[in-house]
């Protein structure tokens, strides 16, 4: 079998960047072919740089080849040089550690972190010689599977995928690859494709799209998402998949000697993972309820962890991820334990997602004592009515107050998040994004003053817009249109006239697509695939991104994507994702939905009493070490 690195090396001085196909970084792992039963290539749909700032990666890598009969190498979007390169050479997709080509291995998966990564997919199988359509494929091919957030609703790449692995991936995946291991064992190294995908949907958690068919009503309303027979199963598929998840993340394996990339990639530090979860509930938010149940690491483990990831690194920062990082119960134990373990060795310890609480900043006054860079808070709406209406749980006062003691500590700049278009927004919402960014100014620029200290605070304020999601309570809600959208915009642009607040904004068209891929079904394949014929790459670098191309796939399959983002789905209504069960109890989405109408907060399980979300089970009953289920 050829090694394609060996191949591309000619041309190394034409393409951008080479370091990011040649792989060979500390703590890689190579492992010998004829040794494992399953060869699996994690594909990350962009760039080398953004793929490899990301833990999930690192986590799969360790999860997956620390099991001897399991390999696993990687492959990342190819930049358009390189596109290009390979093309006109005839040079596949390949593995950065061996240099095989994509089609040589037994499994590729894609993780699915954003909607805008779509067309980079299609585009590696393309580049991989692999058929882009799952019924295309043979029992020769490769099989192609995905995971990761956006697999909550796969729907939209459902006929281009053979399994979707739903939740957990280090559960799973490793079980995954062992079937097909023992699978293509039993059959003197062959597959029989659709055998072998009857075996993977009766693992949990694994969803193989081709056994089920939406069924549409003559308006073109989906009514139902029937699951097929099984080839030599003498039964139908699972009428609902439920998410992997992992039992105890104290235990769970984290890789510890991670890779170190040699260029420079957009996290480069080390990553802690604190905990996992979030019960704050805020109504929009994916995230937040896709990994309940929270579960936390000790202190114990992770000071222990964050010592190996010194040793085997040589970073000089280390992160402590998690998606609210000052709820972890020992926080403060752990901040102070990391700070005194690292004095004098120059690392810095960076918490990102805070709220915004005195607490909070307590934190990020202990870990920056020397260089105070900005701090960043998201309030996401403007006035107190909308926060209350998505559950963010966050008065004004206490964002003012949270300001006072930043700007004490020696801060002089914040970063605000905010979004538009979020269900019940009026103008005047919109407005009170402007009126508390003055606050925010004239509040923090009083206490320098109080302080002796020159200048003002500056702010800078992110508004994106509103993408209904799936598996949140507003996901029936439909997204506001262009018009709106711009209208909304172009207000805070001339409302903000402070010269001390900066005013960034996402694109509405960008959003909309998003919104139509978080809730699209199975129709929208022959637009991806249209896009990606048309050129389309990269889609969310704005310098890549082809709107053009994108409004012509669109038109060219009879779909208007405006009236599929702005689309209110009722209550009633079966959703592409209706079938894929990730632990919330829908009715706790209808109920919290409900809420947000009547501007009513749900606060915090955590420390306000079980809401009912379903996760923890008909009890509830937080869980944070190690009690839940596995699978
Ligand atoms: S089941 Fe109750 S305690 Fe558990 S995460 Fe949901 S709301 Fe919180």
């Known amino acids: 079998m050829n090694n394609w690195k060996q191949d591309i090396e000619p041309f190394l001085n034409d393409i951008s960047k080479p370091q990011r196909y040649l792989g060979g970084e500390l703590n890689e792992i190579v492992k010998d072919w004829t040794a494992v039963s399953c060869r699996f290539l994690f594909a990350f749909p962009d760039v080398y740089e953004v793929g490899m700032s990301h833990l999930g990666l690192q986590i799969l890598y360790e999860a997956v080849n620390q099991t001897p009969e399991l390999l696993m190498e990687r492959t990342f979007a190819p930049w358009t040089d390189m596109e290009a390169l390979l093309r006109r050479e005839s040079i596949p997709l390949f593995g950065l550690e061996s240099g095989r080509e994509a089609a040589d291995y037994d499994c590729i998966g894609f993780t699915l972190q954003h909607e805008m990564s779509y067309t980079n997919i299609l585009n590696m199988l393309s580049l991989g010689n692999i058929p882009l359509w799952a019924a295309e494929r043979g029992d020769e091919d490769i099989l192609v599977i995905a995971g990761g957030p956006c697999a909550s609703n796969p729907e939209p790449l459902a006929p281009f995928l053979d399994a979707v692995i739903l939740g ?16 293509k064992a039993c059959r003197g ?23 089920y068919e939406p069924v549409y009503d003559a308006a073109g309303e989906l009514t139902a998402i029937m699951p097929l027979e099984m080839p030599g199963m003498e039964r139908k598929a699972p009428a609902m998949i439920k998410k992997a998840r992992l039992k105890d993340l104290d235990s769970a394996c984290f890789p510890t000697a991670p890779l170190v990339p040699y260029i420079e990639v957009v996290h480069d530090r080390m990553m802690l993972e604190i905990l996992r979860g979030c019960t704050r509930g805020c109504r929009f938010c994916q995230a937040g309820m896709i990994y309940r149940p929270v579960r936390e690491r000790s202190c114990e483990t992770l000071l222990r962890q964050a010592d190996a990831l010194k040793k085997h690194t040589g970073h000089n920062e280390i992160s402590l991820t998690s998606l609210s990082s000052s709820d972890h119960t020992c926080i403060k134990e752990l901040v102070h334990n990391l700070m005194e373990n690292f004095e004098g060795e120059q690392i810095s310890v960076s918490l990102p997602s805070l709220r915004a609480n005195h607490f909070s900043v307590e934190l990020a006054n202990e870990i920056q004592k020397v260089r105070k860079t900005g701090f960043t808070f998201a309030p996401e709406a403007g006035t107190q009515r909308l926060r209350d209406v998505i559950n963010k749980g966050v008065t004004e006062e206490a964002l003012l107050q949270t300001i006072e003691h930043a700007v004490q500590a020696g801060w002089s700049q914040v970063k605000l998040y905010f979004m538009v278009g979020l269900p019940t927004e009026t103008m005047e919402d919109v407005d009170g994004i402007a009126a508390l960014c003055e606050k925010v100014v004239r509040r923090g620029t009083q ?13 800078t304020a992110s508004v994106s817009n509103f993408v209904p999601k799936a598996h949140t309570p507003f996901q029936w809600s439909g997204q506001d249109t262009q018009e709106v959208f711009k209208a909304k915009h172009a207000y805070l642009r001339q409302r903000i006239r402070d010269r001390r607040i900066s005013y960034h904004y996402h694109d509405p068209f960008t959003s909309m697509l998003e919104a139509v891929f978080a809730r699209g079904d199975r129709r929208l394949a022959v637009v991806i695939a249209k896009a990606t014929e048309k050129g389309c790459r990269f889609d969310s670098w704005t310098e890549q991104f082809k709107g053009e191309a994108w409004k012509t796939a669109f038109e060219e399959s009879g779909l208007d994507m405006q009236a599929l983002a702005s689309k209110t789905f009722q209550l009633t209504a079966v959703l592409p994702w209706s079938h894929l069960d990730y632990g919330i109890d829908p009715d706790f989405l209808k109920r919290e939905q409900a809420l947000a109408f009547k501007e009513t907060i749900t606060p915090d399980c955590r420390y306000h009493g079980c809401s009912r979300c379903g996760i923890c089970g008909p009890e509830g009953g937080l869980v944070l070490f190690g009690k839940a289920e596995d699978l």
Do not use: C, W
């Open 168 to 183: 957990e991936g280090e559960v799973l995946l490793p079980r995954l690859l062992q079937t097909i291991g023992n699978h």
């Open 189 to 211: 190294g062959k597959m029989d494709r659709k055998a072998l995908l009857a075996e993977l949907a009766g693992l949990g958690g694994v969803y193989v799209p081709s056994f």
């Open 447 to 459: 206490v320098m003053k109080e302080k002796g200290r020159f200048g003002a605070l500056k702010v």
